[in-house]
């Protein structure tokens, strides 16, 4: 069963800067036919709601469906039962303004930095006029001006997933999905990229959904944190983090962090448990 | 690979797939003789009656031994001497650097064009098709071999070393099987192109053999006999790389 | 090894040197006799010999007819060789009856169908077109569903995300991501092409390098014969360096070797 949330967290952005999309997920079920016939029901019944422009995390066990769930919210994948909508209106198939930076290298190699962040703008039907401008400052605002010109190969792994983060962002999206996309580094630079992550979440306004099985991540980033079970995938519960807007990773070393990582942990670990012993 | 949907694709692991590949070239092989009739290709029935009278009677045993003991002899100069080079090569850096792009253009030679080297030094008879067999097989050992023992993980000799297991236990138990796999396949490919190369060698040498047979069923036009022969050999060649591929597997763990 | 040592002995170095020490050696033994004439002529008259074909225009005529060969059967097992890869790779079924078929069709001694070639063909350049495409294809066919394979699900994402029409996936997505196996295919095409064809003049002995190979060991033209061989040596040599700098240019190291599956 999850829990909705009745309340905004304080901090959180006045509803109407219309630059958030609002996302509500009602009933969502995915089910697989494995090779011998039987059925596995991945995630659900999920419900979930976003408010427009706010941060939210999702944690969960190894298995739980979080990538399918991601799939289903940025439309690249249909759910069997329930549907997703934004903004009120129910969407199949990737919508408008909707940005996933996944976990694992999306760079094109054969094509330069700078030719990457601009790929999408590139294919729009009508290229926007200031497709240059908008280039160089998410390449800018990524810190990878410097690398414009270098190809992919060039750079290590979290520069890799900047400049990934830069051609999603090129596209101003209105609802950014990020499943894990900090996975593959350590964790100094994770933390870095975590308070990057809330720089451009406060410039863009847009909803954000992360995906990450990093407690800390979770607690420290987000407006609400919801907990899945282990398969199938369900919200078990959702808390606010309280946390202002102009929030950092700082927030680490106040003992609201503790208790709320420590509640994290209460609820999620016998999840992981049955994850484990499932043999995800 | 994640399953996609629920009404996606099902992987599937039958090995069923090789008896309906069979099934197929045995069903297409039967519609080509008969659309170009008996006098342009034998078709199955025919090629497998001719194939059973070869084999049982006695009058071309002589010819498949030969072809055989040729063959075997090949494979071991192959497969002995490719490794032993492929370990050489493999774990000294320097000399596989230059080993490797020289080996590398020879392969692609065709080497029939030094077939007639070969005759001319070893004259005609067995040694002649030994070294052809050779020549073709044992370079890709040597290739694979040097490239699976460069790309070895360093985790398995650092996980011997931390069980504190003598080199040669290591080597034994860890280094080997963890390369075995790599190595059949190189074997794989060293055992089609030996039998290749020893057939070919027999094609021209004139002396006894599975070759030799079928460069005489050509000019006799004898079709039943080619496509006997052709038969054979593909049934070896296949049995022999299918055993050699479940070898690997059970190195591989897949 | 001392970093002065090091720079001058670089692998490419040893590797130049080793061959001219062969070919040295060679000569010197050709030339004391130590080497009968009949067996083997000096290097440097290899050479010789290469040249004079060269000039010898029913010979050059031999030479282009094999190139003409190798080149129909290449360009035959690359269209063929794709479009087949392609289907493969789109309908799973077809690709589960194949796969025994492709990784056995290496193991197979492909002279066999020499005979059923002829007989389709007649004689002339066509059985041994067709011998060089059967023996070329299957490497363009794994080749190419190797590449499509091995396009890496994160970039297909990203193009559904980014809402791209089938076309513009195939063109800015497949293509660039496909290219470095692909030039692979194309390499390992070349050179099955080029053994094909001259095996297949060989044996049969009617045209082309192959033949004219076979017809000067059989009257005893040593210094002629080794001058054709020297001529499809450098041939191969040639073609695979070509393709070894567009491999690099497009693709990085991407590793040679066998076209069996899984190669």
Redesign the interface.
Known sequence: MSTLPTKLPAGAPASGTGVGLRIEATGLV??????DGT?LQALGPLDLALEPGEFFSIVGPSGCGK?TMIDILSGL?SP?EGSVSADGVPYRGVPDGVGLVLQEDASFPWLSVRDNVAFGLKRLARRPADLAERVDHALEFMGLADFANARPAQLSGGMRQRMCIARTLVLRPRFLLLDEPFGALDQQTRLLMGDELLRIWRETGATVLLITHSLDEAAMLSDRVGIMSARPGRLLEVLPTGWTRERDSTVASTPAFGALTGHLWERLRGESMKSMRGGV | ?????????????RPG??V???V??VVLWQVAALA?GH???AGPVPATQRLFAILSGARYRPELLATLGSFLLALAISWCGGLLLAAWFGTRR?AG??AE??L??F???????????V???CGLGMGSKVTFGVLHGIV?VI??GM?AIRNLKPVYARTARALSLSPRAALVHVLLPAIAPQLL?GM??G??LT??GT??GE?FGGERGVGHM?VR??NLAD?DT?MA??LL??VF??A??WSL?RVASRFSGS | MSTAARTWLR?ST??WG??IAVLALLEFACRAGLIAR???VPPTTMLDAAWQVLADPALRTSVLTTLEEVLIAAVLSIVVGILAGLCLFRL?WLK??????L??W???????????MI??FGIGERPIIAISFVFAVASMVLSTVTALECIP?ALLKTARLMRLNPLQRFVHIWLPAALPHLVVGLRLVL?YS??G???GE??LSSIGI?HD??F??DNFM?AR??G??VI??AT??LL?YLLSLLIGRLGGSV????G?S??
């Not at chain 2, 690979?1 to 692991?13: A, D, F, I």
């Open positions: 995915r089910r697989y036919t494995r090779a059925v990538s994948a069997d | 690979m994640k399953l996609s949907s629920s009404t996606g694709r099902r992987l599937s692991l797939g090789g309906a590949a069979a197929l070239v170009l006098d342009a290709l320097f650097e230059v792009p020289l590398v253009s392969y692609a030679i065709p080497k029939v064009t030094l077939y007639p080297i005759l001319l030094i890709p290739l694979v490239a396949t794989r490919v055992l089609s039998l290749l057939l070919i094609m079928l069923a050509i079709n080619i022969l052709a050999l593909m060649a296949i022999a790389n591929g | 692998p040893v590797r080793l061959v009949i067996t083997m799973s589960r009856l194949a796969d025994p078929i990784s056995a290496y193991a197979v001694p492909v002279f066999i169908f020499y005979p059923v007989v389709l699900r050179a080029l053994i064809t001259i095996a060989f044996i192959g190979i076979a000067s060991y040593t014969m080794y054709l061989i499809v040596i191969s040599f695979n590793r040679v070797l066998k069996v899984g190669g």
